[in-house]
């Protein structure tokens, strides 16, 4: 199974970008699908999860500026980014809870910069 990430760029602070994850199977059935983040000279850090209910959860730095949402027809998790800070500057990666396996994909990289 392979996830492909995509959308990052650069962008102006209060600017927005839509990151989409491209899942090589169906996501139906995934326990959870996921977006972290690793800033330069961080550790990874959890950003926001779907779970297979469709119940959603993000770290409290984007809480109201993030949405995470899947698209089962296309086999793809997007997570939009509105009202961008310098502070979201990282690469961005998408994961997969599927059975007891954790998937991750190449990581794209989101620069908000003025």
């Known amino acids: 199974v392979q996830l492909q990430a995509s959308g990052g760029g650069l962008v102006q602070p209060g600017g927005s970008l839509r990151l989409s994850c491209a899942v090589s199977r169906s996501i139906r059935g995934f326990k959870s699908m996921s977006w972290y983040r690793q800033a330069p000279g961080k550790e990874r850090e959890w950003v926001a999860r779907?779970?297979?209910?469709?119940?959603?959860d993000y770290v409290n730095s984007v809480q109201g500026r993030f949405t995470i949402s899947r698209n089962y027809a296309r086999n793809t998790v997007h997570l939009q980014m509105n009202s961008l800070k310098p502070e979201d500057t990282a690469v961005y990666y998408c994961?997969?809870?599927?059975?007891?396996?954790?998937?991750w994909g190449q990581g794209t990289q989101v620069t908000v910069s003025s």
């Open positions: 779907i779970y297979g209910g469709g119940t959603t």
């Open positions: 994961s997969a809870v599927m059975g007891t396996a954790i998937l």
